[in-house]
Each structure stands twice: as C-alpha cells, then as structure tokens.
C-alpha cells in the first residue's frame, strides 16, 4: 500500500446545504471530485479499511497496542 497517497482515494459524500437544496432531487449528496484534508473523518475511515484489509489477510490486532498487527 502507497502511505503516502492513502487519503487521496477516499470517497467523500456530503448532504445538500439548506440554503442550497436542489428543489428537484432534495435528497441527492454531493461526492467531492478532491478528498479535501482535515476533515475528522479521513484518518478514522482510512483506519477502518486499513484494518478490514489486514484482518482479511489473516493479521490480529495486538492485545495491548490495537494499532499493531501481528
């Protein structure tokens, strides 16, 4: 896996700003063409399938450190 470009392949949705609400499709979001950095999200969604992709490959989280794998 590239670290270094790790956040620049996450798909991030948003939901329609009140004052912006398309009147025909009030339910349609958003989906950024750019992961925009600093967004609280980000680093906790990359974790999660950082995690899913080494668990399904047979790694285990450590017992005392869960940021480690083994």
């Given at each position: 896996m590239d670290v270094k470009?790790?956040?620049l392949n996450e798909e991030v949705y948003a939901s329609q700003p009140p004052s912006f609400e398309d009147n025909?499709?009030?339910h349609h979001v958003f989906?950024?063409?750019?992961?925009?950095?600093?967004?609280?999200q980000t680093p906790r969604q990359w974790n999660?399938?950082?995690t899913n992709v080494l668990q399904s490959k047979?790694?285990?989280?450590?017992?005392?450190?869960?940021?480690t794998f083994h």
């Open positions: 470009n790790a956040f025909f499709y009030p989906k950024f063409k750019k992961t925009m950095y600093g967004l609280q999660e399938r950082l047979g790694y285990a989280r450590g017992v005392f450190d869960k940021n």
